[in-house]
């Protein structure tokens, strides 16, 4: 039986002061990737799903207008929230708010998210696809454990107890079923990648 979002919730609160200094390469290599991919204007609002420790929002908050986080965890958004106060970035909030959930009604340019969505079944994947395309974003970076090939239980990115991992076939195609384009796909090791999503608005398309 999968965790529910509580028993997630409950995890990653314990782990949340050691998560950063625990994070393996692949890991690290995914955020950079997501960070590179998103680069947000200074009039673009950012959104980052499962932001953790908010190691992709305060990487981009130096150059957006404003960067909202929603997590699970109070504990990893608490560890957030320090570290923005420590290196005086402003511009950032985070609060509670799920994939399906995810409690914020304000405009959105650009939607990132890295390793918290293969927590989700490939239903509620899909659910949350669907949730992120209506928020209105141009852009959703979404950076994961994905299998680009057969899975392989035994690799580090993927336990069964907590993990719901989709293939990236998957992923690309419930992106298109909401009106997302794939502009780009990183393959960081055969369980790890970016999906990088592009939209037109349709206000945009209107004008046009």
Not at 79 to 95: M, R
Not at 169 to 174: I, Y
Request: hydrophobic share 40%.
């Amino acid at each position: 039986m999968k965790r529910s979002i509580e028993d997630h919730a409950a995890r990653f609160d314990e782990i949340a002061s050691e998560y950063d200094n625990e994070s393996s390469d692949e890991y690290r290599a995914c955020a950079n990737l997501v960070i590179e991919h998103a680069a947000p204007g200074t009039d673009d609002v950012v959104f980052d799903l499962g932001t953790g420790t908010g190691a992709i929002a305060l990487a981009l908050a130096p150059d957006a207008e404003r960067v909202v986080g929603r997590d699970i965890s109070e504990g990893m958004m608490s560890e957030a929230e320090t570290k923005a106060a420590e290196e005086g970035i402003e511009n950032v909030a985070f609060g509670h708010g799920t994939f399906r959930e995810p409690e914020y009604d304000g405009d959105v340019d650009i939607v990132t998210s890295n390793f918290a969505m293969h927590h989700l079944s490939d239903e509620e994947k899909r659910e949350a696809i669907s949730v992120i395309a209506d928020l209105g974003p141009r852009t959703f970076v979404l950076g994961d454990v994905m299998f680009f090939g057969e899975p392989n239980p035994d690799e580090p990115f993927y336990s069964p107890e907590v993990d719901d991992p989709a293939t990236v076939g998957f992923l690309a195609d419930a992106l298109t079923d909401v009106g997302f384009s794939l502009s780009a796909v990183e393959r960081v090791h055969e369980q790890v990648g970016v999906l990088v999503a592009e939209r037109g608005r349709p206000d945009a398309d209107q004008n046009e």
